[in-house]
């Protein structure tokens, strides 16, 4: 089992976010769990999503606690919430910020991590070129797929037009699949070091 | 059928359409919401042909539904916590003149404390209003369940209440098995009323009813409810031989068999308690779970027969009576009397609070030790506790509990579970 957590504040689309993850996994015939930490949406809020996704039918209930991944759309949250809490230590970190993990002050956290398994991915400036509109929820799923290989590009795009329609859609695809090669740049930056 | 990946509401507004309700009364309330919003969709949209209207509360909306399920209309609403509560006056109607109205309530603790998350207290309030309760462990079920409240309300001119976790699973989003409207046709034939108001034919319905009939019509309401036990594993047999499923029927014991321990739950938390019991009987431990669908009526025989054999019995609920400690505990006793086996009541996820896997190993390797006191409630942060009552011996003006309670935790914004 794959189990993501995302973190976020109210109006970030964190939810969606979940939920667009796991309508990906299901369109390449995987079992998917989306839910979010119940009721705390409020705008500029702390929220938090969770998304499993397996090979067999999920039963578990609760809350994500040991994350493979974790997603985090507003940098700000990392000194507000324990965002890396139960991170398994060969897991995943997704940071929507155009700066290093030495620059948000977590050089100690990522030097922990495998060096491929962590990206920081500009995604509201990848948002506002190409949707106009400051929202990284799909843009990081773009980076998602791109560095964890988990769901493919095309089910990011399935995902997003399954939820948004129009103009909406195709920015946001574009923004994802932009943050895609992004994250596969960033990780082949790290081949040539 | 069709393999969707939805939320559990939108799966059970989708349901309730192809159920072709023709009266919808909807009012608004967490977590329950997203279903009547979602049939208000589809009317809107001309796919579903329903009387849909918005009533101004949770009383009008029972009330409402009580007219038109009388005048021969199949009648869906849905609620949860305050709001059940709001209509509990024509919940007791609908029950008394036998009306066949199915109801979602996505369970929801009762404040005060406001609380808007999960828990059992809502529908269990409501556990002696005549009602039928059914429990859906997963969305999927959810759905299923609805299906066949219609034919077990309409056969027993009874209304059922359908109980599935609030924000838990009606905000889950899962891969849900939709049916096709002709199989929802076949399973479920058009409602043939057992008592209508037409004014060609007129008759009254809710007479009043004096010392000398009252018991009569009341112990009818009892014999009508135990009609259901033989009912539901009859319809739940006939849904999977048309769906192809599981779903429905009384009781579900799940590695029961020869089990020296069984868990006793209800709804969904049963996902969560079957991954433990898989991993405890992996490590060798003799535990197993049944999980009870039917809370009303409640099928006495059908637990005495699936816990035979067994030592103890921990029932794990998300609710109490206050003051006296289990209350499906205390069913499950009477289920079990002069049988000599222990009884242990866990409360556990009282408003949300997340019940884990690694909370129920440690709460069901201390039951299997013979350790578990008779009421326990999971998780509880006794420090706290501890200290809120201390400061009440001491201080006379101690102010409200809640608010000391809050100040002892601190920020929460910080906490994932």
């Known amino acids: ?193 | 059928m069709t393999l969707k990946q939805i939320e559990g509401s939108h799966g059970v507004a989708e349901t309730i359409a192809l159920c072709r309700p023709e009266v919808i009364c909807a009012y608004p309330i967490s977590p329950q919401t997203h279903i009547v919003e979602g049939l208000g969709e589809m009317v809107k949209a001309g796919e579903l042909r329903a009387e849909y209207l918005n009533v101004e509360s949770e009383f009008a909306a029972m009330s409402v539904a009580i007219g038109s399920s009388a005048a021969g209309a199949r009648t869906y609403t849905a609620t949860a916590s305050q709001g059940l509560l709001f209509m509990v006056e024509a919940v007791y109607n609908a029950a008394g003149l036998g009306l066949p109205i199915v109801m979602t309530v996505a369970n929801r603790a009762i404040g005060a404390p406001i609380n808007i998350w999960n828990d059992h207290s809502d529908s269990m309030s409501q556990r002696d209003c005549g009602w039928i309760q059914l429990f859906a462990e997963t969305n999927q079920e959810a759905m299923d369940l609805h299906i066949q409240a219609f034919k077990l309300a309409e056969e027993l001119s009874l209304p059922v209440m359908v109980c599935m976790d609030g924000f838990i699973l009606t905000h889950a989003y899962e891969r849900l098995d939709v049916p096709t409207q002709e199989q929802v046709d076949a399973f479920l034939p058009p409602f043939e009323p057992r008592q209508i108001l037409d004014p060609s034919h007129p008759v009254s319905i809710g007479a009043m009813v004096g010392p000398e009939a009252f018991t009569e019509v009341r112990y009818l309401a009892h014999a009508k409810q135990l009609q259901a036990l033989d009912l539901l594993p009859e319809i739940s047999a006939d849904f999977k031989k048309s769906f192809g499923r599981d779903s429905g029927g009384l009781i579900r014991p799940y590695k029961t068999e020869g089990a020296e321990t069984i868990v006793i739950a209800l709804g969904s938390v049963l996902g969560t308690i079957k991954d433990v019991i898989d991993e405890m009987q992996e490590a060798g431990c003799s535990i197993g779970v049944l999980g009870i669908t039917s809370f009303r009526p409640f099928p006495l025989d059908a637990i005495r027969d699936a816990l035979k054999g067994a030592k103890r019995i921990v029932v794990l609920e998300k609710c109490f009576a206050v003051g006296v400690g289990g209350i499906v505990a205390t069913n499950v006793r009477m289920a079990l009397e002069g049988s000599g086996q222990q009884v242990r009541t866990v409360v556990a996820g009282l408003g949300g609070r997340a019940i884990t896997m690694s909370s129920l190993h440690a709460i069901f390797l201390e039951a299997m030790a013979g350790k578990l006191e008779a009421l326990t409630f999971l998780d509880l942060n006794s420090e706290v506790v501890d200290h809120v009552l201390e400061l009440e011996r001491n201080v006379r003006l101690s102010g409200p509990v809640a608010e000391s309670v809050l100040r002892n935790i601190g920020t929460v914004a910080s906490n994932i579970a």
């Open chain 1, 1 to 193: 089992m794959f189990q993501t957590r995302i973190h976020g504040r109210g109006g970030q689309g964190v939810v969606t976010a979940a939920e667009m993850l796991s309508i990906a996994a299901f369109l390449e015939g995987k079992h998917a769990q989306a839910f979010p930490s119940f009721g705390s949406e409020r705008t500029g809020a702390p929220v938090v999503a969770f998304c499993r996704i397996n090979n067999k039918e999920i039963r578990l209930r609760e809350p994500i606690m040991t994350p493979d991944s974790i997603i985090i759309q507003d940098p700000t949250l990392l000194n507000q919430v324990d965002v890396f809490q139960g991170l398994k230590p060969d897991g995943y970190v997704i940071i929507n910020s155009g700066k290093t993990f030495g620059e948000l002050g977590i050089s100690e956290i990522a030097a922990k991590l495998r060096a491929e398994r962590q990206v920081c991915v500009p995604a509201t400036e990848i948002a506002m070129k190409h949707l106009g509109r400051p929202m990284p929820n799909a843009v990081l799923l773009g980076a998602f797929a791109g560095i964890t290989g988990i769901i493919t590009l095309e089910s990011v795009a399935a995902a997003i037009r399954n939820k948004f329609s129009g103009k909406v859609a195709e920015g946001n695809i574009s923004a994802a699949t932009a943050a895609f090669d992004y994250a596969k740049q960033q990780l082949s930056l790290l081949e040539v070091i």
